[in-house]
């Protein structure tokens, strides 16, 4: 009986519990209240305060008094900068007695450049931003500019939907700005891998769920991540819901392993300065030289090859409506293609290898590589009649495109160990295969045959068409064979000199001339079937000197060892023959020389080649100031996005179901218009029924001001985080922060002027049992300065801080070691360099963040590693706190510097003990903490006066300009002294 009656009332529940969850507060658009009415009016000054006064007089409570004067200057600018208070800023709040004295010091500190730096700081623990990749080999990443943006978006006073909207989708903005393509870093920030036997597949999952999961965190404050496996146990948010969250972050055009590049792919030149204007006027020459280029671009031959493909592996080849090939199956190690085609093709000048990607390949090919990389080793042609073929050389193999030690010329040097391939190209791309001649009449039958036999497994063509021209403009120019005289003493060649056949000299390789010094004359003839530009490439041991046809064309006196490519020629001519001759002088060892034709001009006129050499111009001074300019990773879309799926159990190796991108159906959905970029996902976070975004954010600021959410759980909104402790408050901000456009500093501003905020930190032994987590409000809790603020304000009393703004990351002080204990073995963060000169002392925010051996000093003071969102820091006293603050070479020096300029100002000891506690906690000290302090300088004087190298040593400690001034052992005994006060537990809190 009783069973049966459990068992009815918990069936009798279910419903219930889902109507609950469907009404779950957070899920429900927020309602805006009147602020209520209070019986204490004197005391609100913004509605903030009436919603929590009407609280605390419910509780039969009352607020704390207003905290002193100092102690909200302190407050606030540490708040609103992370720095403390300058003497000169203190003075002047102090003796300003105006009723809006207070307000007029949150406008100062709002405009102050140093608030963008603050925000800064938060907000790379949100996009657990660090300056390396965190896995494998942890090597740097140039991600340096993303914080940059963050520290100007702030100062300049974005609004949070302009801030969220670039952050998320500012690539796909119209016209996107390099700043506003900077921004989207902030979904590189995810730790990644170059681990070389990774599966690639698996880890751009992984990074597509650590985006998810970070957006789930900073917009919607919910555990999304638990949903990867299964439906969430206590949110409404289905694994489905999941996985359309995933597929906005999925179709990233990176590669799973990111291949420790300081700035991995995709990524852009981010200049900074004047550079922003250099830049983008290069890139304007580029577009106007490329579409003039355009105009006379040689187009590859339009005459389609189709034809009979096989394979010699038993791979099966298919040839698609557009003649295209594509091969299915498993993919062998090595293998190779012959297509065979039947046709008039007398007069056939040059064919073309069309590699094309296709989304049934890996990564969207074209090879079959898990990479979708080939590597093309050899090309031939056979042609002839139906009697018969003969197998014809190719005069010049050329490409738009190869990767690095894979040129396209090594597919037509009987090489099989060398090839042409395309890595990190997933887009169509011409192979250009240049005839030296004409093929015959009569020729009926094309055959042909395409090898991958290189080192790399799997490395073959996934997908490819062929096309060929008749124009003679395709003729690859010919050479005649090297003739060489000397060496010679001679100035020129004689008449009557000595020509030797080279027939075994090969171009695009160095060869010996010997050890003999003086000239060596070469000669041979080029013949171009029509008038182009070729560009020659030249190497030379020691000078070198070109002709054609008798004219000089190059000069190069420098002593150096052979090798190719040290120089270039470029040449108009015109159809038919041309001299050359080409003079090396050897000054002393072996002479040697390079030659080869690095761009044979295929298809070129005269007004062709001077457009492309134009471009070739405006594309090389745009190189070199991209290249000049720091690179930052940024999110850039695949031209078609990759599918993506339910992951069974959250395996990569397991989809189920295909979706497309969307949003929780528990939340309002998506327009029916919106694009289905990023830019809906942004704007969707903005609708006016959202019920999360703008709480989920006003609750941050409140936590970041206040020292703890109106919902304690700033990370999980869902039904298991905390309910709010004052509902029409938090809704009422949410409100008016849409209200005011998402305008921050109007939300800040209120919070830090409201009576709430400015109240004391002290309360009544009874409020405190009754009420120990502060959920009233009734008193200011007590916050501890963050490790970055702790460390600044040591460097600022100290007059050692350098304020500059922006810039790369640097290396301060750190204890031997701490990077070698966790470093892979040839990783560029194995050892660490520290900086010098100003690079010293800049704020912390810039300091170089290795996620493996994040800063020591920084993280024992609980900064996190940034391995993945933090919204708030955990708290910790620790012995090893105390030691840090007491010993590590920053707040040794910074002790240093303070003392030294205690020193030098005029007073006696009482005067300049008071001088310093003020700079410090901006108040002078009671007589009882002055007498402490002053007890502990005489004892400090008394024993460096005994021990005068201990005294030496400890002033040494940095690498600051030493005091030589004073006394070392006065020094050193001031320098004790207010290392004790850099420790006093209120010079670690913010008052």
């Known amino acids: 009986m009783a069973a049966r009656l459990v068992a009815a009332i918990l069936l009798a529940s279910f419903p219930l519990l889902a109507q609950q969850e469907r009404a779950h507060w957070a899920f429900v658009p927020p309602t805006r209240a009147e602020p209520p009415a209070v019986r204490d009016t004197s005391w609100p000054t913004n509605p903030i305060d009436q919603f929590v006064l009407a609280r605390l007089e419910t509780a039969g409570r009352q607020p704390a008094p207003a905290a002193k004067r100092h ?30 004295a207070f307000e007029r010091l949150i406008d100062r500190l709002l405009a102050s450049p140093h608030y963008g730096e603050e925000c800064a700081r938060r907000w790379l623990d949100l996009a657990r931003c660090a300056d390396t990749h965190g896995m494998q080999r942890d090597q740097e990443r140039s991600i340096w500019r993303w914080r940059d943006y963050v520290i100007d978006a702030h100062n300049q006073g974005y609004s949070y939907r302009r801030f969220a909207t670039e952050l998320l989708a500012g690539d796909r903005l119209p016209d996107a700005t390099v700043d506003q393509r900077v921004a989207t870093a902030f979904l590189r920030c995810n730790p990644s891998s170059d681990e070389g036997g990774l599966i690639p597949e698996e880890f751009l999952a992984r990074y597509a769920m650590d985006r998810t999961d970070a957006f789930g965190t900073v917009f919607l404050g919910l555990t999304v991540g638990c949903a990867q496996c299964h439906d969430h146990k206590s949110d409404p948010l289905t694994q489905r819901d999941y996985y359309r969250l995933f597929s906005w972050f999925a179709s990233f055009g990176e590669d799973g392993n990111d291949g ?17 204007e250099e830049l983008a006027h290069r890139r304007q020459a580029v577009a106007a030289a490329a579409a003039a280029w355009l105009l006379v671009e040689p187009k590859p031959g339009e005459l389609p090859l189709h034809g009979v493909a096989v394979a010699d592996d038993g791979t099966t080849l298919t040839t698609l409506a557009d003649g295209s090939v594509l091969a299915r199956g498993p993919a062998p190690a090595r293998g190779g293609y012959t297509l065979t085609v039947d046709g008039d093709f007398a007069g056939l000048t040059a064919l073309w290898l069309h590699a094309l990607p296709d989304e049934g390949l890996p990564a969207r090919g074209p090879g079959r590589a ?25 005069g010049a193999a050329t490409a ?12 037509i040097d009987d090489d099989p160990h060398s090839g042409w391939a395309i890595a990190g190209r997933h887009e169509p791309i011409a192979l250009t295969l240049a005839l030296a001649a004409p093929l015959p009449p009569g020729t009926t039958r094309l055959q042909l045959t395409m090898r991958h036999d290189s080192k790399h497994d799997q490395h073959l063509l996934g997908r490819w068409r062929m096309t060929g021209s008749r124009d003679p403009r395709w003729l690859a120019p010919s050479l005649q064979p090297w003739q060489s005289h000397g060496p010679t003493d001679a100035a020129v060649v004689p008449a009557e000199a000595n020509w030797q056949k080279r027939p075994e000299w090969r171009d695009a390789v160095v060869h010996d001339l010997g050890n003999r010094e003086g000239a060596t004359f070469l000669r041979r003839t080029l013949t171009v079937p029509t008038a182009r530009r070729l560009t020659l490439a030249l190497g030379s041991d020691d000078h070198a000197t070109l002709w054609c046809d008798g004219e000089p064309v190059f000069t190069r006196a420098v002593q150096r060892a052979a090798a190719r490519g040290q120089d270039s020629v470029d040449l108009d001519l015109t159809a038919g023959e041309h001299k050359l001759l080409l003079r090396i002088d050897n000054l002393g060892g072996p002479g ?19 457009a492309r050499s134009t471009l070739d111009l405006a594309r090389k001074e745009l190189a070199a100031v991209e ?29 189920d179901d295909e979706v497309t991108p969307g949003t929780p159906a528990f939340l309002p959905p998506l327009p029916e218009n919106a694009p289905r970029d990023r830019r809906a996902l942004a704007a969707w976070l903005f609708l006016p029924d959202h019920p999360l975004t703008a709480r989920v954010h006003v609750n941050r600021l409140w936590t970041w001001l206040f020292g703890r959410g109106l919902v304690a759980t700033p990370h999980d909104f869902g039904i298991r985080g905390s309910r709010p402790s004052h509902p029409e408050l938090l809704d009422w901000l949410a409100t008016e922060f849409v209200r005011s456009d998402f305008d921050e500093r109007h939300l800040v501003r209120l919070m830090v002027t409201s009576a709430t905020w400015r109240q004391a930190g002290v309360a009544d032994t009874t409020l405190h049992t009754v009420d120990p987590d502060n959920v009233l409000w009734a008193r200011a809790n007590r916050l501890r300065l963050p490790a970055e603020a702790i460390r600044d304000q040591a460097l600022a009393v100290s007059g050692l801080l350098v304020r500059t703004l922006f810039g790369p990351p640097v290396r301060p002080y750190q204890p031997e070691g701490v990077w070698n204990a966790v470093a892979f073995p040839g990783s560029n963060t194995e050892h660490y360099r520290q900086d010098t000169g100003d690079a010293l002392w800049r704020r912390s925010l810039y300091t170089f963040w290795k996620r493996t051996a994040p800063p020591p000093s920084l993280t024992t003071l609980d900064a996190p590693a940034r391995e993945r969102p933090t919204i708030e820091r955990s708290q910790t006293n620790t012995p090893l706190q105390a030691l840090v603050l007491r010993n590590d070479v920053t707040f040794v020096e910074a002790a240093r510097a303070f003392a030294a300029n205690m020193l030098r100002s005029a007073g006696s000891d009482d005067e300049r003990l008071v001088a310093a506690w003020r700079r410090l906690l901006q108040r002078v000290p009671e007589p009882a903490e002055l007498a402490v302090l002053r007890a502990a300088l005489v004892r400090h004087r008394q024993t460096f006066a005994d021990d005068r190298i201990a005294a030496t040593a400890l002033i040494a400690v940095g690498a600051s300009p030493r005091a030589d001034d004073l006394d070392p052992a ?22």
């Open 71 to 100: 102690e909200l200057l302190r407050r606030a600018t540490f708040a609103l900068t992370g720095l403390p208070p300058t003497d000169e800023e203190t003075t002047v709040f102090l003796a300003d007695t105006a009723a809006d």
């Open 260 to 276: 420790g590049a300081a700035a991995p792919a995709p990524a852009i030149a981010a200049p900074t300065g004047t550079a922003i």
């Open 370 to 394: 898990e990479n979708g990389n080939f590597v093309l080793t050899d090309v031939a042609l056979a042609a002839g009649s139906d009697a018969g073929t003969v197998r014809l050389p190719f």
């Open 400 to 411: 738009p495109f190869a990767q690095n030690g894979f040129e396209p010329r090594f597919t």
């Open 592 to 610: 040697g020389f390079a030659f080869e034709v690095a761009d044979a001009g295929l298809g070129l006129n005269a007004e062709a080649a001077a």
């Open 627 to 655: 290249a000049a300019a720091p690179r930052c990773p940024v999110a850039d879309e695949l031209p078609t996005p990759r599918r993506t799926f339910v992951l069974r159990r959250g395996r990569y190796d397991q989809p």
């Open 970 to 991: 006065e020094l050193a005994a001031w320098t004790l002294t207010l290392g004790l006060l850099l420790n006093l537990d209120e010079a670690l809190h913010r008052g």
